[in-house]
């Protein structure tokens, strides 16, 4: 017996029905379940401005155009090359290295290193 034989015969069964007292306890249940859930709607201007933005196609390209101003503007606004320094430590005359902190603490040592005068060894005295 393949599939398609066993899916048609299932198919020709009558479906069977369930006792009348569970049917009820069941409805019952549903009900009681159903009055005891409140319904919570959401914020109204939310809703509403939703609803305008997807019913609206105007609303939809205007926000847009905004967008695309709001860009402009800040792209096109002038900053002065001393703070854009200053906030961001740039220093041109340095190569910019990704390094962890532990390797930072290393390479500060060893500049310190070399910048230190060499200590000559105490001359022995007789």
Do not use: C
Not at 5 to 34: C, D, M, N, S, V
Not at 40 to 48: A, F, S
Not at 51 to 66: D, E, G, I, Q
Not at 81 to 96: I, W
């Amino acid at each position: 017996m393949n599939d398609e034989t066993l899916e048609q015969k299932l198919r020709e069964l009558p479906t069977p029905e369930l006792p009348g007292k569970w049917r009820a306890e069941i409805l019952a249940e549903a009900r009681r379940e159903a009055r005891s859930q409140k319904r919570e709607v959401g914020p109204t201007v939310l809703v509403y401005l939703r609803s305008l933005w997807v019913r609206n196609p105007v609303t939809v390209s205007a926000m847009a155009a905004l967008w695309m101003l709001i860009f402009v503007f800040k792209a096109n606004t002038p900053v002065d090359p001393e703070e854009k320094m200053l906030l961001a430590h740039y220093d041109p005359s340095r190569p910019v290295y990704l390094v962890s902190i532990s390797d930072e603490i290393h390479l500060a040592r060893l500049l310190r290193e070399l910048d230190e005068p060499p200590q000559e060894p105490l001359e022995q005295r007789p």
